[in-house]
Every structure is written in C-alpha cells, then in structure tokens.
C-alpha cells in the first residue's frame, strides 16, 4: 500500500478493491489457500477438486432453497466476471498470500497518507471485497 498511495499524484484518484476481514473465515481461507498452494500436483486436484465440489453443492442447496435455476449461476459468473466459474474457483484458491483489512484499516492508513474517501462499496460484512475510491487531497 505504501508504494501505491505514493505514486498518485495530487488530485489524482486510488482504487483499491481487498478480501474483507472476517474473524473465522480468514483464518480458514488462509489456511486452506496455504495447503493448496504447498501440495504436490495430486494434492492440488485433491483439494482443488473437494473445494469445488463444496461449491457447487453449496451454490445448488442456495439455488434450490430460492427456487432457482441452477445452471443460470453458471452462466452469470461467466457474463459479469469474464472468466467461467471453474477458472474463478481456481484462481481464488491458488492466490496466497492475499490480503485482507477491515474498512476503517484501510480509511486510516489513507486518510493518514493525505487521501479523502470518495467511494466505499463494502461486503456487508461477509466474504468478498470491500471496494474504496480515495483522492489525494492537493498539497499546498
């Protein structure tokens, strides 16, 4: 973050999207990443294929319980995020180390770096990024 915030220019904006901090899940999401990424080529299908087969049977279970259509989860990962879900669930689980921060870590350290806050997005508290547009307040 320190070499980020100090190639932006006065005036000039910083996006930044990280994990949000969740007290259990990251300590679990670390750790599962972390085997992953120290496993033998079998290991990695090993975890990799559990992993993915805990998704699709959560994300079936959610689809059924609201009632509906499975496959269209599917096909609306590939249309808003570009990449399948299979290419998604791989990514996620490979990438470590990944950072995480609570919303008012991430406020402080650029409010502390000359940075007001234009934007937030956050996760509601669950998984996924919290999202921050910062503007480097002028010098002078």
Same mark, same amino acid.
């Given at each position: 973050?320190?070499?980020?915030?100090?190639?932006?220019?006065?005036?000039?904006?910083?996006?930044?999207?990280?994990?949000?901090?969740?007290?259990?899940?990251?300590?679990?999401?670390?750790?599962?990443?972390?085997?992953?990424?120290?496993?033998?080529? *079998?290991?990695?299908?090993?975890?990799?294929? @559990? =992993?993915?087969?805990?998704?699709?049977?959560?994300?079936? +279970?959610?689809? #059924?319980?609201?009632?509906?259509?499975?496959?269209?989860?599917?096909?609306?990962?590939?249309?808003?995020?570009?990449?399948?879900?299979?290419?998604?669930?791989?990514?996620?689980?490979?990438?470590?180390? *990944?950072?995480?921060?609570?919303?008012?870590? @991430? =406020?402080?350290?650029?409010?502390?770096?000359?940075?007001? +806050?234009?934007? #937030?997005?956050?996760?509601?508290?669950?998984?996924?990024?919290?999202?921050?547009?910062?503007?480097?307040?002028?010098?002078?």
């Amino acid at each position: 973050m320190e070499n980020t915030v100090n190639a932006v220019v006065d005036d000039g904006l910083l996006f930044i999207s990280i994990y949000n901090y969740q007290v259990y899940w990251t300590a679990f999401n670390t750790r599962i990443k972390r085997t992953y990424n120290k496993a033998p080529r *079998f290991g990695k299908s090993l975890i990799a294929g @559990i =992993f993915i087969l805990f998704q699709v049977f959560k994300g079936l +279970l959610k689809d #059924i319980l609201f009632l509906r259509n499975p496959l269209k989860r599917y096909a609306d990962k590939k249309k808003s995020r570009g990449m399948s879900m299979w290419h998604d669930w791989i990514d996620w689980i490979g990438g470590h180390p *990944f950072e995480v921060a609570k919303p008012e870590q @991430i =406020f402080d350290f650029c409010y502390q770096k000359g940075f007001s +806050l234009q934007k #937030i997005v956050t996760a509601g508290g669950g998984h996924g990024c919290n999202e921050y547009v910062f503007r480097k307040v002028k010098m002078g």
